[in-house]
């Protein structure tokens, strides 16, 4: 017969040092579960208050001038939601599925998944939509707030005691330094904060043997949320849940069993999550590669030391792992609580310690990172550490430390100042806490161990979420100082402008854009990298991580400029790219704050190309001028012969192309070095050189600064003159630093009479009779009997499959890079192509296998209990 005192939840409820004892009566549960809310609710309100007073005391966006979207910020999240925004109130160009509206038509559902399923992300819809930077702020405060109440829940399980003491380092956890500095400007990693503690207190339930269906969900609501934060968090819970297996006084059959009902758990919530992993995971992998940019992970070991401290700021990356000055003196405290079991103390110092080195070793680097470093911070994992000391501090403090183990701690809390002074990120503000807070942190936790009465404990702990609180928000004040944008440079305060505004109210109202030409937001940046979809039109201006392989290359193949690496792409600049892409109107500003719309002819989104054009057209073979040829099905342009004008002529020995300066010679900054061409008198003259770092002019142009810096930044196809009337055209170019070159055929001369006449007839007798675009899907009435290739003003990606006449739907081909569909042999009089985000089918089978897995759960016991009975009744 089995008892309750050897099932293996009762084995591990005796264990004591795990869980503490089963719990009083009904209502003795009532009263203890209003104490536990009430201490999540003040650790969420001791969060967010002292983030928000921190940043309220320096004058930090909501709250003051001091501008607080800067870097990604700016040019990603907040347009991000600014299109969510769209979304809910069904004025967007695109659905979840496809983005119309930036980059030309890009896939939509990866970014979704990746920058917007943080569940606060979707209040969005309740502000302003020129709030989207207010309605950032939002995501990352309450997801501090949530983070710290589901902290407070999940010490808890660890180690009953006092909930009130769990919410201040619960506290500490939410506004640790990685939320400050990197989470919070990310806001949806401020996810990874709230799904450590909700995974810790699933494993509490897989450990207990309880609730597998929300064990289950919580996992799956966590990756969901955010899947890359998630699977960090997730190695910490399996960390946490591995050291109390191994410190519980259990037989290894019982951990066998937990470790299945976790297992279980995880991989039915990760079938659940399965379309925001395989969506995302697919996108990333046809994405624009980062494996060309180098990422080190080495810090020096004082360095990192110093980050303990709350309020350092590290001017070059290291890890943000301060999770509060009352978590770090108890850490600290640990290795002289003699009143925690020896194994025990040991298991969590070990754990800190390995998890610490972790992050700074590549290989183990790379895989809390997915298996590459990122390109930007390396240290994203680090609140994995903040929350970890928050559970070994707890662990210390939950088995009341006596007076010398806190001694030790401030012991070593002040050899850790000693050793670290004078360390970059270690501040005046860091000093202060550490110093003022530690020693106020030390005396209260002295006063409070010694045995007080109810009164006196109230007032210590009352004393202490002071401290708490004031070192906090002190620690924020302090990285808001030191962090501020204005010191390195102007900084926008908003970032929906005045410009902004005008802009787009100019581009309001242009629902037939398909038909008449897109609307773009012109060279240069109007307010962010993401124009297109704060300002609205259908412009080039996108910056994304899932910028694709396909998009990028065909992009800068017909002229176009982008950087990062080809993950922010810039809009088009040059007449027959804007062809190609159908876009007639162009915006561009005038003055502080005006706007000045251009409108030019433009072909429809969707035009035919007679066979064989692309290759009727393609020459010189290999350039950009014979692709954008080829491409718009005319000849346009004469490639002339340079010929550099003063000395003779030089060659770069490696390949065909002109020598400007070479590494051994140094840059002059006050030499030109001028090129001439013969060319028809009258025409533009466009200089290609992508990977050129420097100026060019010419007598009839403006000067043109090219930034090219490969592979990161692609200088873009620019206009240098008109070519005089005696067909002579001549240019210079400064090089801006060594190893320049001119690549050969880099001038291009447009006879604009031809490309006016090919847009005429690509809007007459060669476009589409009429195009609609639906979410994720365009169709296009053509004229009867169309041959060759129906050719759509958007990059050929996976994703995308398309019919003629109605008939099977087939990929589609690649037309120079845009989105060829073959009309056959026969003719056709209508195409018809929709996208599928890849992954999304096998992810959408994998959440159904997840809700059978989740049905069998709750289905289980009931038919365990069926089956009991009947033998019982049989016997």
């Known amino acids: 017969m089995i008892t309750a005192s050897t099932t293996p939840a009762a084995k591990l409820r005796a264990a004591g040092r795990l869980l503490g004892?089963?719990?009083?009566?009904?209502?003795?549960?009532?009263?203890?579960?209003?104490?536990?809310?009430?201490?999540?609710?003040?650790?969420?309100?001791?969060?967010?208050?002292?983030?928000?007073?921190?940043?309220?005391?320096?004058?930090?966006?909501?709250?003051?001038?001091?501008?607080?979207?800067?870097?990604?910020?700016?040019?990603?999240?907040?347009?991000?939601?600014?299109?969510?925004?769209?979304?809910?109130?069904?004025?967007?160009?695109?659905?979840?599925?496809?983005?119309?509206?930036?980059?030309?038509?890009?896939?939509?559902?990866?970014?979704?998944?990746?920058?917007?399923?943080?569940?606060?992300?979707?209040?969005?819809?309740?502000?302003?939509r020129d709030q989207g930077e207010l309605a950032t702020y939002t995501v990352s405060l309450f997801s501090m707030g949530l983070a710290a109440a589901l902290m407070t829940v999940c010490l808890g399980r660890l180690r009953p005691g006092s909930p009130w003491l769990r919410a201040l380092l619960a506290t500490g956890y939410a506004v640790c330094g990685w939320g400050v500095v990197e989470g919070t400007v990310v806001p949806m990693w401020t996810w990874g904060l709230v799904a450590l503690p909700l995974l810790g207190i699933a494993a509490d339930w897989a450990l207990t043997g309880r609730r597998p269906v929300l064990g289950s969900l919580a996992v799956a609501v966590c990756w969901f949320g955010n899947f890359y934060t998630a699977a960090m968090a997730t190695m910490a819970a399996a960390l946490?849940?591995?050291?109390?297996?191994?410190?519980?006084?259990?037989?290894?059959?019982?951990?066998?069993?937990?470790?299945?009902?976790?297992?279980?758990?995880?991989?039915?919530?990760?079938?659940?999550?399965?379309?925001?992993?395989?969506?995302?995971?697919?996108?990333?992998?046809?994405?624009?590669?980062?494996?060309?940019?180098?990422?080190?992970?080495?810090?020096?070991?004082?360095?990192?030391?110093?980050?303990?401290i709350p309020g350092t700021l590290p001017k070059y990356?290291?890890?943000n792992v301060f999770a509060g000055i009352l978590t770090l003196l108890l850490v600290l405290a640990l290795p002289?609580?003699?009143?925690?079991?020896?194994?025990?103390?040991?298991?969590?110092?070990?754990?800190?310690?390995?998890?610490?080195?972790?992050?700074?070793?590549?290989?183990?680097?790379?895989?809390?990172?997915?298996?590459?470093?990122?390109?930007?911070?390396?240290?994203?994992?680090?609140?994995?550490?903040?929350?970890?000391?928050?559970?070994?501090?707890?662990?210390?403090?939950?088995?009341?430390?006596?007076?010398?183990?806190?001694?030790?701690?401030?012991?070593?809390?002040?050899?850790?100042v000693l050793l670290t002074h004078g360390r970059q990120p270690v501040n005046d503000y860091a000093l202060t806490i550490a110093l003022l807070g530690g020693a106020a942190v030390t005396v209260l936790l002295v006063v409070y161990v010694r045995g007080l009465r109810r009164p006196g404990r109230i007032a210590v702990v009352g004393l202490l979420t002071a401290t708490v609180f004031a070192s906090t928000a002190y620690?924020?004040?302090?990285?808001?100082?030191?962090?501020?944008?204005?010191?390195?440079?102007?900084?926008?305060?908003?970032?929906?402008?005045?410009?902004?505004?005008?802009?787009?109210?100019?581009?309001?109202?242009?629902?037939?854009?398909?038909?008449?030409?897109?609307?773009?937001?012109?060279?240069?940046?109007?307010?962010?990298?993401?124009?297109?979809?704060?300002?609205?039109?259908?412009?080039?201006?996108?910056?994304?991580?899932?910028?694709?392989?396909?998009?990028a290359t065909a992009l800068q193949g017909l002229g176009l400029g982008y950087r990062m690496g080809g993950r922010h792409l810039q809009p088009a600049q040059t007449p027959v790219l804007q062809a190609l892409l159908s876009i007639g109107t162009v915006l561009e500003p005038t003055g502080r704050d005006g706007v000045k719309a251009t409108v030019r002819p433009a072909p429809p989104l969707v035009t035919v190309r007679a066979p064989g054009s692309d290759q009727a057209y393609g020459a010189p073979a290999g350039s950009v001028w014979a692709r954008q040829q080829a491409a718009l099905g005319a000849r346009v342009y004469t490639v002339p012969e340079l010929t550099r004008a003063g000395p003779a002529d030089e060659r770069d020995a490696n390949g065909p192309g002109?020598?400007?300066?070479?590494?051994?010679?140094?840059?002059?900054?006050?030499?030109?070095?001028?090129?001439?061409?013969?060319?028809?008198?009258?025409?533009?003259?466009?200089?290609?050189?992508?990977?050129?770092?420097?100026v060019a002019r010419s007598e009839t142009g403006p000067k043109q600064g090219f930034l090219g810096d490969p592979p990161v930044v692609s200088a873009a196809m620019k206009e240098l003159g008109t070519v005089p009337a005696d067909g002579r055209f001549t240019f210079s170019v400064r090089p801006g630093k060594d190893g320049q070159m001119l690549p050969e055929g880099a001038l291009g001369c447009l006879d604009e009479a031809a490309l006016d006449a090919r847009i005429a007839e690509l809007k007459s007798t060669a476009g589409a009779v009429s195009v609609r675009t639906g979410g994720h899907s365009v169709t296009a009435e053509l004229p009867a009997g169309s041959t060759g290739t129906a050719v759509v003003g958007t990059t050929a990606v996976p994703g995308w499959s398309c019919s003629a006449d109605g008939g099977t739907s087939r990929a589609p081909v690649s037309y120079q890079g845009l989105l060829g569909v073959p009309l056959g042999e026969s003719g056709a009089s209508r195409v018809s192509c929709t996208y599928t985000p890849p992954g999304l089918h096998a992810g959408l089978a994998g959440t159904?296998?997840?809700?059978?897995?989740?049905?069998?759960?709750?289905?289980?016991?009931?038919?365990?209990?069926?089956?009991?009975?009947?033998r019982t009744s049989g016997d």
Not at 386 to 394: D, H, P, T, Y
Request: glycine share 10%.
């Open 21 to 128: 004892p089963a719990g009083p009566g009904a209502a003795d549960n009532r009263v203890r579960a209003r104490r536990e809310a009430t201490a999540a609710l003040t650790a969420a309100f001791l969060a967010m208050a002292a983030y928000c007073a921190g940043l309220a005391a320096h004058g930090t966006y909501p709250f003051g001038p001091a501008p607080r979207a800067v870097n990604d910020l700016r040019h990603q999240y907040v347009p991000f939601h600014t299109y969510l925004w769209d979304l809910q109130h069904g004025t967007a160009q695109g659905d979840l599925f496809f983005n119309w509206q930036s980059g030309y038509g890009v896939g939509f559902l990866g970014d979704f998944l990746t920058y917007l399923t943080n569940p606060f992300s979707w209040l969005t819809g309740l502000f302003a």
């Open 240 to 308: 946490v849940i591995g050291l109390r297996l191994a410190l519980a006084d259990t037989d290894w059959r019982t951990r066998g069993r937990v470790l299945a009902r976790a297992a279980g758990m995880t991989v039915t919530g990760l079938l659940l999550a399965a379309p925001a992993i395989l969506v995302c995971g697919l996108a990333n992998s046809q994405s624009q590669p980062t494996d060309r940019f180098v990422v080190s992970v080495d810090t020096e070991p004082l360095t990192y030391l110093s980050m303990l």
């Open 317 to 319: 990356p290291a890890p």
């Open 336 to 416: 002289f609580q003699s009143k925690v079991r020896t194994r025990e103390r040991a298991g969590w110092l070990v754990l800190l310690l390995l998890t610490a080195a972790s992050f700074v070793i590549t290989p183990t680097a790379k895989l809390w990172q997915g298996f590459t470093l990122p390109h930007g911070a390396p240290f994203r994992e680090s609140f994995v550490l903040s929350g970890l000391m928050a559970m070994a501090a707890w662990i210390c403090l939950a088995h009341m430390p006596r007076v010398r183990a806190l001694a030790g701690g401030a012991g070593l809390l002040g050899v850790l």
């Open 475 to 551: 620690a924020v004040y302090g990285i808001a100082v030191l962090h501020d944008p204005r010191d390195r440079g102007p900084a926008r305060a908003a970032t929906m402008t005045e410009l902004g505004q005008n802009a787009r109210r100019a581009l309001d109202g242009r629902s037939d854009w398909a038909e008449t030409g897109r609307a773009e937001h012109g060279p240069g940046v109007f307010v962010t990298n993401n124009d297109a979809m704060l300002l609205g039109g259908q412009g080039g201006s996108y910056y994304s991580s899932y910028v694709t392989v396909e998009t």
């Open 658 to 694: 002109h020598v400007l300066w070479w590494k051994t010679r140094g840059v002059d900054p006050d030499q030109w070095i001028s090129f001439t061409a013969q060319c028809t008198p009258g025409a533009r003259a466009f200089l290609y050189a992508p990977w050129l770092y420097g």
């Open 848 to 870: 159904g296998l997840g809700v059978v897995l989740l049905s069998g759960m709750l289905l289980w016991p009931r038919a365990r209990r069926r089956l009991a009975a009947r």
